[in-house]
């Protein structure tokens, strides 16, 4: 995730560049809408996780909008285990 994330963001924006060359736009106008969409993205994202993490009774049966785990305990990190050492930020043993 830290080492292809970063690249593949970066071959769409040097994409998105060569686009807007073609098409005539500044690249000083290219970069600013490029960061207003990534600032934008990165506000509703957070956003929406913590809302998700807010949710009482998450990742239980009486979890609301059916928001279960569907791996139930038997995930890779294991429920209990994320839950005691507070990986998830908000989220503490319900």
Excluded at 23 to 45: E, S, Y
Aim: proline residues 9%; contains cysteine.
């Amino acid at each position: 995730m830290f080492g292809s994330e970063p690249v593949y963001h970066a071959l769409i924006y040097a994409n998105d560049l060569k686009l807007s060359h073609y098409v005539k736009i500044p690249p000083r106008d290219m970069f600013w809408v490029q960061m207003w969409g990534a600032l934008m993205g990165t506000l509703i994202t957070v956003g929406q996780w913590q809302w998700l993490l807010d949710l009482p009774k998450v990742c239980t049966k009486e979890a609301p909008f059916r928001l279960i785990c569907p791996a139930g305990e038997y995930n890779p990190v294991g429920r209990r285990l994320q839950m005691d050492f507070n990986l998830v930020p908000h989220c503490g043993s319900r």
